[in-house]
């Protein structure tokens, strides 16, 4: 632990060395040599490593399997874990995984032809789920859940084949939050997306390292690496979701009052049990007043 507080201190250092040209990862050398790129990112190196010390995500000759959709999120994923590795600062071995789900009209040649020319290790794998999704799926009703339980059961076999101890995911602050306001406008309970989890059978967790970061700041972080986005005609492609619903909602929120999507993150890690209403974590029965 003193290690990986040490270097913490290292990557909030002010005097931590800009990784340009030849001295930073090739994915990387696409970036823009500007002051205004090299803070985006370096705060989200920063938003990235504070979660994963926060969590305890690391630990040093563990192997991930970091999940590429071929989306901004996981795209960035993958390169600042690349970012830190490459500063000797993640401990940890990263093979990068993309489930070619059979979506017709899927690009399958430039996730491949991408990840090679990088030197990025990497495994393919292509099960057919679209066509399950599609068939089971009644026409106006939204893909989502059916589509990510089919998706996650292949990257967990996926990782146990590869022996890799740990599946990351690209989620961001706004996935959490709208998750959060999902569930309490329709799902009826308190819950989010946590940053780390223990998979239902056990054995892999699930770790989310841009739980700190911002979208918008994710979405210019792309656009200025000049990721190959390869969009989803499945789940992306349906109109009326209740997350898109949601997703507008904190968009007006945060016009309103900037800041507040900040605040709400924090929140979700300060719950106080005694001011709510599940009896389960609070014991309501044992506090008695005087007589």
């Not at 911002?214 to 349906?238: H, K, N, V, Y």
Request: glycine content about 8%.
């Amino acid at each position: 632990m003193t290690e990986l507080l040490d270097i913490a201190r290292r990557i909030a250092a002010p005097e931590l060395p800009e990784a340009e040209g030849d001295a930073c990862h090739p994915m990387f050398r696409k970036g823009p040599d500007t002051v205004e790129f090299g803070k985006l990112r370096k705060r989200l190196i920063r938003q990235v490593w504070q979660a994963l010390d926060d969590f305890a995500m690391v630990r040093p000759g563990d192997r991930w399997l970091v999940c590429l959709s071929g989306g901004k999120d996981s795209y960035t994923l993958l390169a600042l874990l690349l970012d830190l590795k490459w500063r000797g600062m993640l401990p940890v071995d990263l093979l990068a995984c993309n489930l070619d789900q059979a979506q017709p009209g899927f690009p399958a040649d430039i996730l491949p032809r991408y990840l090679t020319e990088l030197g990025v290790p990497h495994r393919i794998e292509r099960q057919d789920t679209y066509s399950i999704v599609t068939s089971k799926i009644e026409p106006g009703k939204t893909y989502c859940a059916l589509c990510s339980r089919l998706r996650r059961g292949h990257l967990y076999r996926v990782a146990r084949e590869e022996g890799c101890q740990a599946v990351v995911l690209g989620h961001h602050r706004e996935d959490i939050l709208e998750t959060f306001f999902l569930n309490l406008f329709h799902g009826g309970k308190l819950a989010s997306m946590p940053p780390k989890l223990l998979n239902e059978e056990g054995d892999r967790l699930v770790l989310r390292p841009l739980a700190y970061a911002a979208e918008d700041d994710i979405a210019r972080f792309s656009t200025a690496m000049q990721f190959p986005i390869i969009p989803c005609d499945l789940c992306g492609s349906q109109e009326g979701l209740q997350r898109n619903v949601v997703k507008q909602m904190l968009a007006d929120w945060e016009k309103q009052t900037p800041g507040r999507k900040e605040i709400m993150l924090r929140a979700l890690g300060k719950a106080n049990p005694s001011h709510l209403l599940d009896r389960n974590l609070f014991d309501f029965e044992s506090l008695v007043g005087q007589r």
